[in-house]
C-alpha cells in the first residue's frame, strides 16, 4: 500500500519555492481591469453559460469564466449570474438536468453497493453548506511565467449555498465503508470523446476518505436546481477543497484503497517546480490555503480625498478565519478590519470591511488574514508550473487615484 500523498499545504507548499518566489512576486500585475481594454477582448458567453450576466463577468473561454472583481458585491452570497464556470471537459448535454430524478450515481466501497436515482437519495438525508468555490488556478493571472490556462485573477471563487443529501448518510445507509478504504473517489459524467483513454481525460479525483465526514451530494445551488454549468444535476461537494474535487454531474462515488490512476489525479493538479512533470509523489490541489482580497474599490477608479471604505472577503480550508487588516500603502503599515454580515460557518468567507483616510495620490489596498492557529496569509507568491494555490496578498492590491 502506498503512503498517503501530501495535500496542497494551506501556506507554504515547499519552502524553496517561496524563497524561489521573494525575487519575483513583488513584480506583480495590478487587480484592477481597463474597461476599454476589456470590451476589446471580450467573448460571447457560450451556450451553456448563457444565462450569466455578459456584463459583470469575463469569458477567457468556453470552459472559463470569472467574476468581475466589483461584481463580488457585499451580500456574503455569489450570485448564480455571476459565478465563475470552469469546466475540464465540455459539459453532458442539456437533458440530464431537464429529468434530474432520473439521474443515476453507483456508490461503491461500501457494505452494500448500490446504484441509487436522485430520486431516491432525495429521501435519505437533507443538509445545507455555505462555502467558498474556488479553481486551484485562481491568481494564476498574477504569475509571470504564464501558466498555461485561464488567467484568472480573484474571479475564479465565489460563497455560495449548496444543498443535498449528506455523503456518510448514504453511506450509513448502505452498510458503512469497507475495511482498508483511504480514498474517497468522485467519478464524472462527462461525455469522453471516442478513440481516447479515459484516463488522459476523464475527471475523478481522490481525497482522504475522511472527507465523507462533511461531503454532500448536492442536486440545488443557492436554492435552485445546480444547472448544468455547475455540475447539475448532481454534485459532489466537499467543503473546504478546491473545486476540482468538488465533482460536477456525479456518476460514481467509490471508497477505495488507492488514488485513480487518471491523469487528472496522477500528474494533474499537482503543485511542482516550474519546469518539473506532475507526478504521485507532489502536493496535491485538496484543502485551500487561507486566503483574502480587496472587493472594493476593484482597482482602477478615481477616488476623492478623504475617508473611504474598503472591503473584501477572507477564506479558508483549514482553521476559521480570526482576523483581518488592511494596508492602503503597499503594505508598509496596517490596520484592523471589522467582519461584517453572517457568519455562514468555518467554510464560508467572512466579509470585512476597514474605514480608512486615502490622502491625494496613488494607493495600493490590500488585506492580509490570520487564522485561528496563528496562521497569516503570506506577501508573496509561491512559484509553481502551474500557478497553483496563490494566496499571496502584494499581488491581490488594487491600485487607486485619489485626486
Not at 444535476?233 to 477505495?256: C, E, Q, S, W
Request: charge should be positive; charged fraction near 20%.
Amino acid at each position: 500500500m502506498e503512503p498517503m500523498p501530501r495535500a496542497v499545504p494551506r501556506v507554504d507548499i515547499k519552502r524553496r519555492w517561496l524563497l524561489a518566489a521573494a525575487g519575483t512576486g513583488a513584480a506583480a500585475g495590478l487587480g484592477g481591469w481597463n474597461a476599454a481594454a476589456r470590451a476589446q477582448e471580450a467573448k460571447p458567453l457560450p451556450p451553456v453559460a448563457s444565462f450569466k450576466d455578459a456584463s459583470r463577468v469575463i469569458v477567457h473561454s468556453a470552459n472559463g469564466i470569472e467574476t468581475q472583481r466589483s461584481a463580488l458585491g457585499s451580500s456574503a452570497i455569489t450570485d448564480i449570474d455571476v459565478l465563475f464556470v470552469r469546466n475540464n471537459l465540455a459539459s453532458p448535454d442539456a437533458a440530464i438536468v431537464e429529468n434530474a430524478d432520473a439521474w443515476r450515481i453507483e456508490i461503491d466501497g461500501v457494505t452494500s453497493p448500490r446504484t441509487l436515482t436522485l430520486a431516491e437519495l432525495r429521501n435519505m438525508g437533507l443538509a445545507c453548506v455555505a462555502m467558498v468555490l474556488q479553481c486551484s488556478g485562481n491568481g494564476r493571472g498574477f504569475f509571470e511565467h504564464k501558466a498555461s490556462g485561464s488567467q484568472w485573477k480573484v474571479g475564479a471563487a465565489g460563497n455560495v449555498f449548496w444543498s443535498g443529501v449528506p455523503v456518510k448518510d448514504v453511506v450509513k445507509a448502505l452498510g458503512g465503508v469497507r475495511g482498508g478504504i483511504r480514498y474517497m473517489t468522485g467519478t464524472g459524467g462527462e461525455t469522453i470523446p471516442q478513440g481516447i483513454d479515459p484516463l488522459t481525460v476523464m475527471v475523478e479525483r481522490s481525497v482522504p476518505w475522511t472527507a465523507m465526514e462533511e461531503a454532500i451530494l448536492a442536486w440545488e445551488l443557492n436554492g435552485r436546481p445546480i444547472p448544468l454549468a455547475h455540475g447539475g444535476p448532481l454534485r459532489l461537494i466537499i467543503p473546504g477543497y478546491y473545486g476540482v474535487n468538488n465533482i460536477k454531474y456525479i456518476k460514481r462515488l467509490a471508497f477505495t484503497e488507492n488514488e485513480t490512476a487518471a491523469n487528472i489525479q496522477k500528474s494533474g493538479y499537482r503543485v511542482r517546480e516550474i519546469g518539473k512533470k506532475g507526478d504521485p509523489s507532489q502536493a496535491s490541489m485538496w484543502e485551500m490555503n487561507l486566503k483574502s482580497f480587496v472587493t472594493s474599490p476593484a482597482g482602477g477608479e478615481t477616488l476623492r480625498p478623504g475617508p473611504a471604505l474598503v472591503h473584501g472577503v477572507a477564506f479558508t480550508g483549514g482553521a476559521p478565519v480570526k482576523s483581518v487588516e488592511v494596508s492602503v500603502d503597499d503594505g508598509k503599515s496596517w490596520q484592523p478590519a471589522e467582519f461584517f454580515g453572517p457568519d455562514l460557518g468555518r467554510y464560508a468567507w467572512r466579509q470585512f470591511v476597514a474605514r480608512v483616510q486615502l490622502p491625494a495620490g496613488r494607493h495600493r489596498i490590500t488585506s492580509r488574514a490570520t487564522a485561528a492557529d496563528g496562521t497569516v496569509q503570506p506577501e508573496l507568491r509561491v512559484e509553481n508550473e502551474r500557478a497553483y494555490a496563490h494566496n499571496g496578498w502584494r499581488d491581490h492590491a488594487v491600485e487607486v487615484t485619489v485626486a
